[in-house]
């Protein structure tokens, strides 16, 4: 029974990818300028961290309205970030391959890895708290 109760109550940990593990803590205060662009739906930011940075998006749905993905890719050891263009799908600058920007999965036939995910906290109307599962 405990272990039932144990296995439900976790959340999504398994990043399905062949990156290193580190720990991600990072705080964005969207009053910021480099920032503020959050506030909208659909517009997204890069940000340090992570092991070559994250990219959040404001989705306009869901609670909260944030999606956070590391920037490296998932599939290759690619010495450059992946690329997002406002589009559904982050891109692998050496190998092309692409991976939706809603959770991740991969779009490119071949891979199995997704793109990692980070854990969006919206503390208040101003303050995301974005750290891995």
């Not at 991740?104 to 890895?113: D, K």
Request: with cysteine; aromatic share 8%; net charge negative.
């Amino acid at each position: 029974m405990l272990l039932i109760s144990s296995f439900l109550s976790c959340e999504k940990n398994d990043t399905n990818d062949i990156l290193p593990n580190i720990e991600v803590n990072v705080v964005l205060d969207l009053n910021l300028p480099q920032y503020v662009e959050l506030k909208i739906p659909s517009n997204w930011v890069y940000v340090q961290g992570g092991l070559k940075g994250i990219i959040i998006q404001n989705t306009g749905i869901g609670n909260p309205h944030y999606k956070a993905f590391e920037r490296a890719c998932p599939n290759n050891d690619c010495v450059t970030p992946m690329n997002f263009d406002g589009s559904l799908k982050l891109k692998c600058t050496c190998d092309n391959s692409e991976y939706s920007i809603i959770d991740g999965s991969p779009q490119t036939s071949g891979n199995n890895h997704f793109a990692r995910e980070y854990k969006v906290n919206q503390v208040n109307e101003n303050t995301l708290i974005i750290t891995n599962y």
